[in-house]
């Protein structure tokens, strides 16, 4: 006896709906993989900055400031031009906007040097925590310069971060110094990037965006360069500098991987992580810990900074980059 075409019809139907879970569950399978994946980079790219604000920070101590940061942007610009330009040929160099690629590549250069400086007289945890507001000024800047709405939930993680700033700092106690103007310079010109950052990245590609940051700072600070030469004691020095150089573009060459794999509201919350890495690098190279009240403005910078970088990532569907040397 013969199956009715009834019965055809409805096994293969339930064939079909099987199949089709099945590949539903792999194609999760695949995204779940892809955003570990992304969240294993943006970890591994905090680790590399981190190792470089220790590299910056050591490095102060025998290299010229200018040279030392003219050194990690010239590895980088050569660094990403020689693995870019083969790969993306001429399509590398077009952009829409090459005076806001020239302020862009100025703001995170004066960044660096602020980062530069405040590295030499301050901790290294510490002055990680302070730059991980710049999402929190970010939103004070969308607030009053940009005419964006902003959030209760939103200004009052601004306010926490900032609290979590003063207990770092104590005004009037022995941690208070005119040290710590420099990494709030280093906070606004970074928060001033980023927002340029979130504009240029409508109609510009990620790489070309890169590829004009590392060359605008080197040539930049080319002109300064030649009057602060000096020649190193030792290759010890030499081969520090390309620490810094080598950490600083694997770094970014990881976080651009990794917002390829996964949502930028994911990952942002993971590039706190660079306080703890932060800790550990100076712990272990200059014998620093952190004291408790310290530790508990790192938390709440911590966890205010998160989540506000979360919330202006969702929003404005663009990544945050961290704040590094």
């Not at 905090?46 to 101590?61: E, I, N, P």
């Not at 990690?72 to 990403?80: C, E, G, I, K, W």
């Not at 060359?215 to 030499?238: Q, R």
């Not at 660079?274 to 938390?299: C, E, K, N, T, Y």
Request: with cysteine; proline share 6%.
């Amino acid at each position: 006896m013969s199956p009715s075409p009834g019965t055809s019809t409805d096994s293969a139907a339930t064939v079909a709906l099987a199949a089709a879970r099945v590949a539903q569950q792999r194609s999760r399978a695949k995204e779940s993989e892809r955003i570990l994946a992304g969240i294993g980079l943006v970890i591994l790219a905090v680790a590399c900055f981190a190792t470089l604000d220790t590299a910056t920070k050591y490095s102060t101590l025998g290299v010229p400031i200018l040279m030392g940061v003219w050194f990690r942007y010239a590895f980088q610009a050569v660094a990403t031009t020689l693995v870019l330009l083969p790969l993306r040929g001429t399509a590398l160099l077009h952009t829409k906007h090459p005076r806001y690629q020239a302020l862009r590549g100025a703001l995170l250069l004066a960044s660096s040097i602020f980062a530069f400086l405040s590295l030499r007289y301050m901790p290294l945890a510490e002055f990680t925590s302070i730059v991980l507001i710049a999402p929190l000024v970010i939103t004070l800047l969308a607030a009053t310069t940009l005419k964006e709405h902003v959030s209760p939930l939103r200004w009052a993680l601004v306010a926490g971060g900032f609290i979590g700033t003063l207990v770092i700092l104590r005004p009037g106690g022995s941690a208070f110094s005119w040290a710590i103007f420099l990494p709030l310079g280093l906070v606004l010109s970074n928060a001033w990037f980023q927002v340029l950052t979130s504009k240029l990245a409508q109609t510009e590609n990620p790489l070309t965006m890169h590829f004009y940051t590392g060359w605008v700072g080197t040539l930049i600070v080319s002109l300064a360069v030649p009057f602060v030469w000096t020649s190193l004691p030792s290759w010890e020095w030499w081969a520090l500098l390309c620490l810094m150089g080598f950490m600083g573009t694997v770094g970014h060459f990881m976080l651009i991987l990794a917002y390829q794999r996964a949502p930028a509201s994911t990952l942002t919350p993971y590039l706190y992580a660079q306080i703890a890495f932060a800790m550990l690098g100076g712990w272990a190279v200059f014998s620093h810990v952190p004291d408790r009240f310290s530790l508990v403005g790192m938390a709440m910078i911590a966890v205010c900074g998160a989540a506000g970088a979360w919330l202006t990532v969702r929003e404005r569907r663009v990544p945050i980059e961290p704040a590094e040397s």
